[in-house]
């Protein structure tokens, strides 16, 4: 069994305050339940957690129902950091899971061409990312005023969600990190602790994240072609 963990636990307040970036509409309907779908209509996908902010249950169950979404779920609570909104999700998966798919609620454009490759790898090394490469020249700044070094940009990856591992890798990953009191942002951080190689999966198509309001009108012209399915 598949599953996929949605995280939608974040406060998003790059957005501005008093807007959740969630629930903002694009192509006809909030952004999470473009991502929702994506995962709900991907035959590798047999389950999905969402793992949402204390109090916004409701809106969630509300949602699936709207939406029609059929695959089966649960909603769980999030934590203080992201992390910690994993591991939640991670707990309440199925013990029959074998491979999870850690997904940014934000990140609506995920294909579900993109999906099953991520799980095909991460059965195969133990785990995976969508990733692109980076095609500007990325400088390192210490202060945010001087650059100190170009980084070689050929070995250089911006990396996305889905991130797909085997159950007990991202388990253990994530335990290796709490441990060590390391709190991380990506999931795939937490396996470089244990020395689990990470497979790169080519992301073909644009797959942003709807971080800030400028990213609104560009998400919605990608989703336009699905936004009355």
């Not at 709490?178 to 644009?206: F, Y």
Request: aromatic share 6%; charged share 20%; hydrophobic share 45%.
């Amino acid at each position: 069994m598949n599953a996929a963990v949605i995280v939608a636990g974040g406060a998003g307040t790059r957005m501005g305050p008093g807007v959740d970036k969630l629930f903002l509409e694009v192509g006809g309907c909030p952004v999470v339940a473009h991502t929702w779908r994506q995962f709900d209509q991907a035959d590798c996908i047999d389950h999905i957690i969402l793992v949402v902010r204390e109090g916004l249950e409701q809106e969630f169950f509300r949602m699936g129902e709207q939406y029609c979404f059929g695959k089966p779920h649960r909603i769980v609570p999030g934590g203080n950091e992201r992390q910690d909104s994993v591991w939640n999700g991670l707990a309440a998966l199925s013990p029959e899971t074998k491979i999870v798919a850690i997904q940014d609620a934000a990140r609506p454009c995920v294909t579900g061409a993109l999906i099953e490759a991520c799980i095909a790898a991460a059965r195969e090394v133990g785990a995976a990312v969508a990733a692109q490469p980076v095609v500007d020249t990325i400088k390192e700044s210490a202060d945010g005023r001087f650059i100190e070094r170009t980084l070689p940009r050929s070995r250089v990856w911006a990396v996305q969600t889905p991130q797909t591992f085997r159950v007990e890798v991202i388990r253990r990953a994530i335990q290796a990190a709490r441990d060590q009191g390391v709190s991380l942002t990506d999931d795939t951080a937490a396996c470089e602790l244990i020395g689990q190689a990470v497979r790169l999966v080519v992301s073909s198509s644009p797959n942003p994240k709807v971080t800030i309001p400028a990213d609104l009108p560009y998400v919605e012209s990608l989703l336009q072609p699905h936004a009355d399915t």
